[in-house]
């Protein structure tokens, strides 16, 4: 019964070790809006957040939609559903959510992911620029190099280094689109418009489309894959059975903590995933210790592998409904029922990836905002 009372209030203080070492500005709300300026590192979590102030610092915000209008002087680092930017960011960009607009003066390397993104006409990256999305629209000029992955990719803007393209389904140049250096890419079938007129240096296509001919690697390859999925099924199967019988009522709650505040949770989520390691490599480097430097490097891990059962929890509470009263029986085939599902989501690609990285965010701020309540109760109870 003690380790019970011990392990929520234990597991919060680690969780919120990043926000108090580092976010001296740090706020949380369904709704965000600010306008002043902020002279220092600024950290953000929320449903709708709306930022116009000029940050003097790092700018790392989450949330279901993220406006920003600003000027940051260091990195930004964004994750949400919808995300638009301009201003100016006078270092790094790092931004991953489901429809993204940058229309910013980015001075150094922009790293994006996301289902459908757009550098506007006035967006401009002044170094390296990778993606990986779905539909792909550069309006933009890229002063450096542009690689990555896309379902579609349209580029209407001089790139001025080498476009490098693992994947991409469809290759359109517009009428402004000008690659300056080479151009290598994989396709299943070569661009109409990736020419001499659009391409200054070297082409080198090479066709990703498997033939007829290859049919015994696909069915490896399938074969490869499915055994990898059916592994991973039965893992979150066995963990999920370990994890519900220690913590029969943690797992539902938690759950749904994230079906009440769904946007803050992707929010809250974002910022655990992103300060709980550099608090870890802050420890290390300032000499504090390393044996911190593990312990919150292998919680941030435990926390991931947490998130992830919630996620699949999290799909089939949606389809076996539970109440106070639910069996074990019945909690766990709602489990499993969602682990089959979040699986299969797993294997759709990009999308896929898309989906679980916003389930896992959603597993991660159900865990601390509901851990949050909890501790509140526990010290009016003063049994912490």
């Given amino acids: 019964m003690k380790l019970k009372k011990l392990f929520i209030p234990t597991l919060l203080f680690l969780f919120l070790i990043p926000t108090l070492a580092f976010a001296l500005n740090f706020e949380v709300g369904e709704e965000i809006l600010s306008s002043e300026t902020i002279n220092d590192d600024y950290y953000g979590a929320g449903g709708t957040i709306q930022m116009d102030s000029d940050v003097n610092g790092d700018l790392i915000l989450g949330g279901g939609r993220i406006m920003v209008d600003a000027v940051i002087s260091q990195d930004l680092m964004l994750g949400g559903g919808e995300i638009r930017v301009k201003g100016e960011v006078r270092d790094d960009a790092r931004v991953a959510g489901g429809n993204i607009m940058i229309n910013a003066l980015i001075k150094d390397d922009l790293i994006v992911a996301g289902g459908n993104i757009e550098l506007g006409e006035n967006g401009f990256v002044g170094s390296d620029m990778t993606v990986a999305g779905g539909n792909v629209v550069i309006n933009g ?198 682990a089959l599902i979040y699986v299969l989501l797993t294997l759709i690609p990009i999308v896929g990836w898309i989906i679980k990285f916003a389930l896992i965010l959603m597993g991660l701020g159900g865990m601390a905002l509901y851990e949050t309540g909890l501790f509140k109760d526990l010290r009016k109870k003063k049994l912490v």
């Fill in 141 to 338: 000029q890229i002063n450096g190099s542009l690689q990555g992955t896309a379902g579609n990719l349209y580029i209407n803007n001089v790139i001025n280094g080498d476009v490098s393209l693992i994947s991409v389904e469809e290759l359109t140049f517009g009428p402004q689109g000008k690659v300056m250096g080479n151009l290598l890419y994989r396709s299943s079938a070569p661009s109409k418009t990736a020419n001499e007129d659009t391409v200054l240096g070297v082409i080198d296509y090479k066709p990703t489309e498997f033939t007829v001919s290859n049919q015994d690697f696909r069915t490896i390859a399938s074969g490869v894959i499915a055994g990898l999925s059916v592994f991973s099924f039965l893992s979150l199967l066995l963990a999920g059975l370990i994890i519900l019988v220690l913590f029969r009522f943690y797992m539902p709650n938690a759950v749904q903590t994230v079906y009440q505040k769904p946007m803050a949770s992707v929010g809250i989520g974002f910022l655990v995933l992103i300060l709980m390691p550099i608090a870890a490599v802050l420890f290390l480097i300032t000499g504090i210790g390393w044996i911190f430097f593990f312990i919150l490097l292998a919680l941030w891990l435990i926390a991931l592998f947490f998130a992830k059962l919630i996620a699949a929890l999290m799909i089939g509470m949606k389809l076996v409904r539970l109440t106070d009263k639910s069996g074990f029986l019945r909690v766990y085939g709602s489990f499993a029922l969602g």
